[in-house]
């Protein structure tokens, strides 16, 4: 029960947070999905320098893995908003925007993951 209430605690942190910078970032003129974006390479380098926390003298517990990166993470970053926001971009035939979010979030996203992984390595 506890594992539960941790990934509820940190998902709702994270769909708070995410919803914040939405507001704060996403274009409403170009409706370029700005928020959503920074949202996802955010969470891609939380949750690689998280796991490679939990990895790295198992500096982590699960409980914080669980918490962080279940949860924070999981709420904070948004694949089904960002396949929807795709799908706005394919019905308004704006095929240039769709090809660069796409690659865009594909690309900086794993390489955020690697990042953080990459930077706890060397701390």
Known sequence: MKQLLLVF????????????????LNNSTTGIPYGTFAANVLGSLFIGIIL?????????????????????????TTFSTFAYENHVFLKSGDF???AFYTIAS???????????????KFI
């Not at 709702?12 to 914040?20: A, N, P, Q």
């Not at 490679?52 to 924070?72: D, I, M, S, V, W």
């Not at 594909?106 to 706890?120: D, H, M, Q, R, T």
């Open 106 to 120: 594909f690309i900086l996203g794993f390489s955020a993951v690697f990042a953080g992984i990459y930077l706890i």
């Open 52 to 76: 490679g926390l939990a990895a790295k003298n198992e500096t982590l517990t699960q409980n914080h893995t669980l918490l962080l990166a279940t949860g924070f993470c999981g709420g904070f």
């Open 9 to 24: 605690i940190g998902g709702g942190t994270g769909s708070v947070l995410r919803y914040l910078i939405g507001k704060l």
């Open 96 to 98: 240039t925007s769709f």
